[in-house]
């Protein structure tokens, strides 16, 4: 009987994982979470999981990724007017699975910020806990975070972070000044003798005698 009422409960277990729907996304922190409820709106990279697929290696990856960001943060630091390397570093990182934080330096607080996790004012710049990768090379980076124990690229699934819109308050070019029209120069004041006021009589109707005309 207890033999009985043991299977028929793993079964209901079995059922219950069956029609689980469990759910991998990102928190605002960047962690890593597993549910089998779905995540709240602010959450990032949303996935559903196939429920009959084995899990075993998954939550390992994630609770080994959660000490990594906790002892070795991952920040990247970026401008707005920088395109094409920024891209580059942001899409090495996203194309590896590691998630990071993104910061744009572009007033004294953030180029404060860069100078003392790098001792330039670089961008982009790979923080990886304490150590900084100025400039993008993807051998570097990857070096960095071999470095700090992240996992190699193709272990976790790519995520795709993007650039983050430019900072409230940033202007991306400087104003043009607007076109002014140039001054005249004041007229001279009239002297004693300026016939420029004067006036004659005005002329009469009629034929104009031409030097020399007697009629």
Known sequence: MILRAFWVALGLAAAV???????RWV???GVVRYTDTPPPASAKDVRKLDAAAPKAA???????????????PVTLYTAPNCKEGC???????????????EVQVWDKATNE??????????????????????GFQAE?????????????AGILPPLSQKAPPPPQGYLEATAKPEAKPVAQPEPAPR?????????GPQPQQGRYKLPGDTQ
């Open 113 to 134: 910020e860069l100078q003392a996790a790098s001792g330039k004012r670089e961008v982009p710049t790979l923080l990886v806990g304490r150590t900084a990768q100025v």
């Open 58 to 72: 998954e939550p390992q990856q994630s609770f080994q990724l959660g000490r990594l960001q906790k002892d070795f």
């Open 191 to 199: 002297g004693r003798y300026d016939t420029s006021g004067l006036k």
């Open 87 to 101: 891209d580059q570093a942001r899409e090495a990182l996203n194309k590896r699975g590691i998630p990071f934080r």
């Open 17 to 23: 994982a069956a029609h689980a729907q469990p759910y």
């Open 140 to 152: 570097a980076f990857d070096s960095l975070l071999d470095s700090a124990g992240y996992p190699r």
């Open 27 to 29: 928190d605002k922190d």
